[in-house]
């Protein structure tokens, strides 16, 4: 590292606490999706769900340190960055290019939002899933389809040159996850009872705890991709609450078209919904349009989550309704909305700039049609080394039982205690009748 | 004759035995969740340091009042939707039931286990 540079970008003590911060509520983001995945499958597989975004902590921690980060943040070419920062070479407390803040902190701010990304993507597969190869599916993943997307918008990669906006992770996170797991589902199939009996969430309460968590968390995934405390950082941070608040109020009103009654799983999901498609366009556009967004952004997406289901598609928990469409209208809405007086950075098509909505449009396009393949390929491939999915008999069971011998709500009878000299195998002493 | 058939079977098919059940034209029952074992292998759970062999296991108990010519469909319908040939399907009681009244009309016996449509 040149002293120079130091000099010319010293970091900022504000924006490091902020972005200290900003990383532990992404963070945070994982677990509380955890527990609202969880709350969404049956009983017999809560613990199995809430562990897939429990491992995408683990694995994907790794393989960030260890390639990811370089691959997505390095300058590489315009399709994916290099090795230069592998094993976080060179990552140190000098500022990350283009911020103040020291470039560890900027890897590991980084490195939750590439953990919550595979987290996501296990809704689409979750109670039939391996868990080991899951796992292994996540970790190259991690490595081979989000570094790629997020070089390309945030890493200097094709679309950042061309002068494509995403703030937060429309392209990267949002689309990503949505048709990865849209390929995710195509590969490991249906559930064996889907379409035939009703398989239905076991606990709302999770599912509002951990939607509410996950909003909370999106304060810092948002308002932290300025990497600062300056305006972008405090725009994107304040429509953090006004888009959702505007989805869950248009949700609020299909529902009762559909059903005269407003639910509680439809208000999670619109959380989600609101959340996600203000992510790409948090720090680009007016409050105003913030809003506008937020409703609009209900709309495709609920008419989407209706339909889903009378399809063979089994996408169990739809991450394509909910991320990657949702992601899609926040990308393109950047198009139209997008507000110099804002942002300092590109107006959009309505403020007289109508080459934005091309590119965004663009990312739009290529950024699904990437994750798409890349994870319909890793699965193929992973498919012909090791199965996939448990059998049926054992998704019968729950995976709970199966793959981690713990159940998530013990009725406390019945278990018999093994003493640790003795072992699983000896004969029971217990008395006769 | 009423009888009351009892069949206890696997909670995971559960689901499988209504479906036998109401093709069977099988419409009125109970069920319940209970927790029994019946030979088949202890499963092993490990809680930090506790290993348990987990003794009781899972079940649903099927009770249906049934009159005499709709028994033999009901136990085919049970043994259908339960059956893997693993230990531990579980069992079927009939037992005779001395008398039944349904309380909307307090009509007994036969036409009290007679479904309203049929």
């Known amino acids: 590292m040149d002293g120079l540079a130091v000099l010319r970008e010293p970091i900022s003590a504000g924006d490091t606490a902020w972005m200290l911060v900003a990383t532990a509520l992404v963070l945070m983001m994982t677990p509380a999706l955890g527990l609202l995945y969880a709350g969404l499958v049956r009983a017999k597989n809560t613990l199995n769900t809430f562990m897939m975004s429990i491992g995408a902590l683990s694995v994907v921690t790794v393989t960030w340190t260890l390639v990811g980060y370089s691959l997505a943040f390095d300058k590489g070419n315009g399709f994916v960055g290099g090795f230069k920062y592998a094993v976080l070479r060179g990552v140190t407390f000098e500022p990350r290019t283009g911020t103040a803040i020291p470039q560890l902190l900027f890897m590991v701010f980084e490195a939750a939002f590439c953990i919550i990304t595979a987290a996501i993507v296990s809704g689409a597969i979750v109670e039939r899933m391996r868990f080991g190869t899951f796992l292994i599916f996540i970790a190259l993943w ?36 949505g048709f990865s797991a849209f390929a995710a589902a195509t590969v490991v199939g249906a559930r064996k009872d889907y379409g035939r009996q009703a398989l239905l969430p076991h606990n709302a309460v999770y599912v509002l705890l951990g939607a509410g968590l996950l909003w909370v968390g999106w304060f810092g995934f948002n308002g932290g991709s300025g990497y600062s405390t300056g305006h972008p950082g405090v725009l994107a941070f304040t429509n953090t609450l006004l888009a959702p608040a505007c989805t869950l109020l248009v949700w609020f009103v299909l529902d009762l078209l559909r059903d005269r009654r407003v639910t ?25 349009s913030a809003m506008l967004l937020g409703a609009l952004a209900a709309l495709p997406s609920y008419a989407f989550i209706v339909w889903r289901p009378r399809t063979r598609l089994d996408e169990t928990l739809d991450v394509l309704a909910a991320h990657g469409i949702a992601g899609f209208t926040g990308i393109l809405f950047i198009g139209f909305f997008a507000q110099l007086s804002w942002n300092g950075t590109a107006n959009g098509l309505l403020f007289g700039h109508a080459a ?61 205690l093994v003493a640790p000299d003795v072992g699983v195998d000896a004969p029971l002493t217990i008395a006769r009748p | 004759m009423v009888k009351l058939v009892i069949g206890i079977v696997r909670a995971e098919k559960a689901n499988d035995v209504l479906e036998a059940l109401y093709r069977a034209d099988v419409k009125g029952l109970s069920i319940s969740h209970v927790q029994g074992h019946g030979g088949e292998l202890d499963r092993v759970e490990t809680y930090r340091g506790t290993t348990v062999k987990m003794e009781l296991t899972e079940k649903v108990r099927f009770e249906v009042a049934v009159s005499e010519e709709f028994v033999k469909p009901t136990i085919d319908a049970l043994c259908e939707g339960a059956r893997t040939g693993e230990v531990g399907d579980g069992k079927i009681f009939v037992i005779p039931l001395e008398q039944v009244i349904r309380i909307r009309t307090g009509e007994s016996d036969q036409t009290a286990v007679t479904p309203v449509s049929a």
């Open chain 1, 264 to 288: 509680a799983i439809g208000a999670a999901t619109a959380i989600i919904v609101g959340c996600v498609g203000i992510t790409p366009a948090a720090g680009y556009v007016s409050p105003m």
């Open chain 1, 356 to 416: 934005q909505l091309g590119w965004q449009a663009l990312a739009a396009l290529a950024g699904p049609a990437y994750a798409f393949a890349g994870t319909f390929v890793i699965l193929r491939l992973l498919g012909l080394v090791m199965p996939l999915r448990a059998t049926e008999r054992e998704e019968a069971l729950g995976m709970d039982v199966v793959q981690h011998g713990e159940q998530a709500y013990m009725a406390g009878e019945g278990a018999i």
């Open chain 1, 142 to 177: 991690s490595v081979l389809v989000y570094p790629v997307l997020a070089h390309w918008v945030w890493g200097g990669g094709w679309l950042q040159q061309h002068g494509t906006l995403d703030f937060a992770g429309g392209v990267p996170v949002e689309m990503a996850s």
